[in-house]
């Protein structure tokens, strides 16, 4: 049997379902869907991923079974239809439409009208008696198989797009505003202009056999998977190449046929900010790429449909609560009314923002839609997308001397909530040329509305504007799965992009001046607005504000209750301060997980350079007892802070340089003869002292236990202020519970060192205060040597703490300091696929640290395992930890909410 290429939907019965995303793409699979759900699609066919795959494997071929699958489909979607695909009489038209497994909102192409020539044009008008509609749908095909089958795009950046070009002028000419009021003479004429393009541009003659136009479309469909801004898409969302897109092939139905027509797109819900109740754009008489292009600005159909279209209103309204019920989620579909009736053409879990995700999950899960579980899914709220609740808004006392100031320069749709201000770009290669020249200029992207080719400059920028599109348009889309700030549909901005100018009445505003938007308003302002802390960091950390005010507060705190029941993972924070340490409790953090020391060290750098220069134990210990009371109260208070709550304390870690190098010496002329008054050397002595502490890699060099093995009073000291400050703090009333940790051990035998003295020292703590308190001494995994000999380690070892920053740089032996220059061409070439010093290389650095779980469990089964480096904030290294068995992540304070999050996530679906 030949393998099945071509899958039929139509007639209330599909031969896929929504399950088969693999093989039918999103679109394909939920077409059939729809369809096996009893939903109004007109009849169609899809051409499988695998269809894809071998097309690029085979030099751009089709496999030969398809061309009969092909044909025999089409039949069948004649005979749903009742029309016949080239007939002269009673013409079928066919869209072809491309969809991949995970949706890529327009990065690849569509041509639609399909089987119009100039004879099937005169009975199409015939037939719908409605000439202006068939020459509207005949001159929009042509463009359309002219742009995306035969590659006529416009030559440059500054140049608009060809076909729009001849479309203005024909306007013009007419004395018409709108396409939609020009007459069938000019429709006819355009049509002639366009092919004429055509064949002067490309040289090619437009294709006048249906057949030959749909296997064209197929092609270009297929061929649209491996255009720059798909593959730039899948980058950045990490959808694998491999995958391929399906090609979808569906009767057409007439959004433009008249006035009782229309196109649209339409969400079961808001999902910029998340209000219930269905929502979108439509236009009446026109065709589905006008609306999503954001060509005209469309009207709202919660606000104006039930007036032009009662029955469809009413009819759009049940198919978005049955599409809810059934797929337990948020749509975004796309519709036609053709004639008063609705049409489906799409439907897809809706993206959103984050702020949105966290209000519609807890809104699914209080309508009894779906459970906890299900509310807590990553494909609903992206763990990272928390963040967005914790970003600034506005500071609204700054906004309104803003708007007093006369500063307000319009008001346009809300399409993604934050607040952003920066300088005006009005391209986006500029944008990220600019971005790359430095990451710290906020910028903000103006353009009369966006399309995929921007995608790069979007990601560069902090807020999008656009003066055309609305909630549903190209640039809305994108910046609500980003996170960014958005305003679309401002249609007071008039931008000159030849000129670098965006005028708003008088004023004229210029490419690098700066501009605020209020992403949840609409709002945009000339120059710069404050802005203030989100609402759930007014509640949380500042406290100005209490829970019962804030909506979003609440949502916040229900969704991260539930993550908290259902999580195994713990939670901990990287802090150094007290301050630091009660920000990260507020945010939920159940322990610190590295309290690094050597700031404390850089706040007392005059005692640590004595310790540096002196020559013998004994000038090194009197300038260590120096150093001992601060560190000592830095400690009392996070044992404070954390009452009780586990705090893991590094010892000292970098190398001896950092304190004192000759770029110190050099800098400051007085160093050099204070450096020698202390140590009791001449000045050349201690130059060369200095001199000797220079490293050629001090990333692999003297740092880490290897300092405590050498100086031991330094151990010696720091072990003695941790004990001193909670002996104090325990008998202040206040439960302590100190990890000490030994930094970069990658032998049994360093460990071990290291253990003694510091159990020693606890012993002599207790005997001279009399009280002990209970600890542990253990070890960070940050070499590879320490993962793969974990269990040597772990039998005096009391816990491990993986630190994953240094273990990726030793594994991978790439530096973290060196990696920039050769990193971005690694990942635009695919060579690795996301930064391993922000996401944990699972295939090798995670390998080793499952090995070093492993190895030193065996040793000791109940050993307590965590991760400190950067990694712990990081939504699927969190999950790779649960997988693994640890027992906590630690991460910076602003992060805990999301790993509390990514680990409940981990926890319900693995
Ligand atoms: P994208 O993936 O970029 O959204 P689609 O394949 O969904 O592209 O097509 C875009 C729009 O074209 C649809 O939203 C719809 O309005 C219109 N369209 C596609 N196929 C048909 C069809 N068979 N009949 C009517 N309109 C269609
Ligand atoms: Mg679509
Ligand atoms: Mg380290």
Redesign the pocket.
Known sequence: MSTKYVYFFGDGKGEGNGKMKAELGG?GANLAEMTNIGLPV?A?FTLTTEVCTWYYANNKQFPPELKTQVEEAIKKTERSMGAEFGSKTNPLL??C???ARESM??M?D?V?NIGLNDDTVQALAKQSGNERFAWDSYRRFVQMYGDVVLDLKPRNKTERDPFEVALEHKKEKAGVELDNQLSVKDLKELVQEFKALIKDRTGKDFPTDPMQQVWGAIGAVFGSWGNDRAVVYRRTYGIPHEWGTAA?V??????NLGDDCA?G?GLTRDCAIGTPGFCGDYLINA???DV?AGIRTPKRIEETLSKDMQVAYDQLNDIGKKLEKHFKEVQDI?F?IQRGKVWM??TRNAKRTGFAAVRIAVDLLKEGLIDEKEALQKRRIPADDLNQLLQPIFDPAAKKVADKEGRLLAKGINAGPGAASGKIVFFADDAEKMHAADPKTDLILVRRETSPEDLRGMKAAKGILTAFGGASSHAALVSRQMGKACIVGCSALNIDYDAGTLTVGSKVLKAGDFLSMDGFTGEVFQGKVTTKPSEVIQVLINKTLKPAESETFQRFDTLMKIADKHRKLRVRTNADLPNQADEAIAFGAEGIGLCRTEHMFFDHLEEIRRMIVADNVERREAALAQLLPFQRADFAGLFKSMNGKPVTIRLIDPPLHEFLSDAHVESDPKLADKLAKWSGKSVDEVKKRVEELHEFNPMLGHRGCRLGIVYPEITRMQARAIFEAAVQVKKEGVNVFPEVMIPLAGFATEFKNQEKLIRDTAEKVFAETGTKVDYMVGTMIEVPRAAVRADQIAESAEFFSFGTNDLTQTTLGMSRDDYGPFIGFYRENDIIGSDPFQMIDQDGVGDLMRIGVERGRSKRPKLKIGICGEHGGDPSSVMFCHRIGLDYVSCSPFRVPIARLAAAQAAVEG
């Not at 569906?250 to 959004?255: D, K, L, N």
């Open positions: 679109k007109p169609g066919v869209s439409r491309s969809g909102p327009g690849m569509t639609l979808n569906q009767a057409m139905v007439f959004g196109t797109v065709q589905g790429e999503v796309e036609t053409l799409q």
